[in-house]
């Protein structure tokens, strides 16, 4: 069973910045989709951020276009997710998600179908 590991959340005021990262192990890093989902409280789970991991472009969902940016270290087998211009509307667990499953571009995004997943890590921003 692979288990990818989040870190980077926590509490910030509206306006503020994180990094997030993830631990990836490394067999699955390559010629996959791989991203970045959150879920807040009394909603549904929300695709933040996906890329194919050896080439471009990056998907974002419409209300953090500008503001986050993914990004991987192929080194470290980490995935990234830099979020600046925090508002409270972006309160929630975040979880990478690697390995899509049938999907690729928006789709993967859209659907969420990605074989391992995170735990999550908690991000709170306040106003």
């Known amino acids: 069973q692979v288990q990818l590991a989040e870190s980077g959340g926590g509490s910030v005021q509206s306006g503020g910045s994180l990094r997030l990262s993830c631990a990836v192990p490394?067999?699955?890093?390559?010629?996959?989709?791989m991203g970045w989902f959150r879920r807040a409280p009394g909603k549904e789970r929300e695709g933040v951020a996906v890329?194919?991991?050896?080439?471009?472009?990056?998907y974002y969902a419409d209300s953090v276009k500008g503001r986050f940016t993914i990004s991987r270290d192929n080194a470290k087998n980490a995935l990234y997710l830099q979020m600046n211009s925090l508002n409270p509307e972006d309160t929630a667990m975040y979880y990478c998600a690697a390995v899509g499953e049938g999907c690729s571009g928006i789709d993967c995004l859209k659907s969420g179908r990605f074989t391992y997943w995170g735990r999550g890590t908690q991000v709170t921003v306040s106003s």
């Open positions: 890329f194919y991991s050896l080439t471009g472009p990056a």
């Open positions: 490394g067999y699955t890093y390559n010629n996959y989709y």
